[in-house]
């Protein structure tokens, strides 16, 4: 008797959320650069003619209607050498919330030097018309919860756009698609 009405409890909830409750986005690819941030400036979602690497953190997006997918790529981030990276999606109903973790080396910890990072995530069966999106940033060691980066509505009528998300010129920790400087580690999401 108890274990029917469990069953009824489970199967009335996932009626209700088959259609929006909290559920991870279709995730058919996620890209983590090595220091330096990407060579080739389409990970980047960049034009090839893209210039001005570290004058700005950008965030781009692209949306491909014929497949449903939307490609977004954060540009230029700036963070410890030294760590481990991962991009993770959640979606619940039309808001997509994109969490870049960044956690310390389990061997060399940090290395207390800022470079340049870019990460990038490809998101399935997301329909066209207007989103909203979230950009969480977790450093893992410098703060207590994940800092809201960004977030803002996405018009997916438009196929392609891009948002700066900090205008300050990178300091020494980033060059114009240069060699890295330090070992790299590249995570993938989950």
């Known amino acids: 008797m108890v274990s029917s009405r469990i069953w009824t409890a489970i199967a009335i909830v996932w009626s209700f959320c088959a259609g929006g409750c909290s559920s991870a986005a279709a995730v058919h690819e996620t890209r ?19 210039g001005g690497y570290c004058s700005a953190e950008v965030l781009r997006w692209q949306y491909d209607e014929p497949s449903a ?5 954060d540009s230029r981030l700036m963070l410890d050498c030294c760590g481990k990276r991962a991009i993770h999606v959640e979606r619940i109903d039309s808001l997509y919330e994109v969490t870049e973790r960044d956690e310390p080396d389990d061997v060399e910890g ?4 800022q470079c340049a990072f870019d990460l990038s995530v490809g998101m399935q069966d997301v ?29 997916l009528d438009v196929t392609a756009g891009a948002v700066v998300l900090d205008d300050a ?7 114009e698609q240069s060699s890295p400087r ?9």
């Open 69 to 73: 997918t939307l490609r977004l790529a």
């Open 169 to 175: 010129p990178a300091d020494a920790g980033c060059h």
């Open 110 to 113: 940090r290395c207390s030097e």
């Open 32 to 50: 983590i650069s090595e220091q330096g941030g990407f060579r080739n400036p389409d990970h980047r979602l960049a034009p090839r003619e893209d």
């Open 182 to 190: 330090r070992r790299s580690t590249t995570v993938a999401s989950r």
């Open 127 to 155: 329909p066209r018309g207007e989103i909203y999106v979230k950009l969480l940033r977790d450093v893992v060691d410098q703060q207590g919860s994940p800092a809201v980066v960004w977030s803002g509505t996405l018009d």
